[in-house]
């Protein structure tokens, strides 16, 4: 099975949105569905379809609609296993170095740089434990300012999204 999630930012430029309502309907329906047909759209949100396209074409100018990707179901793909892995490291407040380095690992799907104990919180698939014990020791281990990390299994998920909630 194959969804689509768009990924998008909504940025305020002196207190004035760069989106609106219109705007906000169109993404609403893209989240859904990122390849329905903007003949569709413009019947939701009662426009005609040149105008949709248009619109789509200034959203992601302005990125606001970041890029459109496939979502595959990660057992189909055999990368059973999910987990969270905290990384703390040496680097110094500013550093970025090891989030880039991080970002670089393809078993890796997010990155963030957190506040707190540790200093980076990722998101990991792979296949089995195997598949994640490797990538612990020979792929981020092996990053010079990694100190420690600190793994989470996910046993199952209930609700996995990149649906942003918009007013």
Known sequence: MQLRCNIFV?????G??????TDKKILNVLQDNGRRANKDIAGDVGMVPSAISERIKKLKDKGVIKKF?????????????????????????HGWDTG???SEVEEIQEVYNVAGEDC??????????KGLSDLLREKIGVIDTVVSTRTTIVLDTYKETCHIKLD
């Open 10 to 14: 909504i940025t305020k430029m002196k």
């Open 69 to 93: 990707e496939t979502r595959l179901d990660p057992v189909k793909v055999e990368k059973n296993l999910l987990a969270f892995v905290y990384v703390t490291t040496n680097e110094q407040v």
């Open 120 to 129: 980076y919180l990722i998101k990991v698939r792979v296949k089995d434990t």
């Open 16 to 21: 004035v949105s760069v989106i609106d309502k």
């Open 100 to 102: 880039h380095k991080l």
